[in-house]
């Protein structure tokens, strides 16, 4: 799996952005609104995606480079 780039990116730099931004919704923001077109759930909606996508992309490069050194294991007791 590739490292999620662009409007998939959970860089610091979103995450910080995520968060001042739903501060700033939960002080100035609308009354809570139906969770379709609540914009902090649908900040939140995203944030969340964004994680679980940074997440398995996090755990498929673990088993890689675990699957590598068990590769190189086997080849050097050979």
Known sequence: MDRPRGTDSFSWLYRTG????YILLHIMGPATL???IDPRARRKREYLRRRDLHRQWRESR???????QTDQREESST
């Open 18 to 21: 995520f968060r001042t931004s």
């Open 34 to 36: 139906d969770s379709a």
């Open 62 to 68: 673990r088993t890689d480079s675990e699957s590598r």
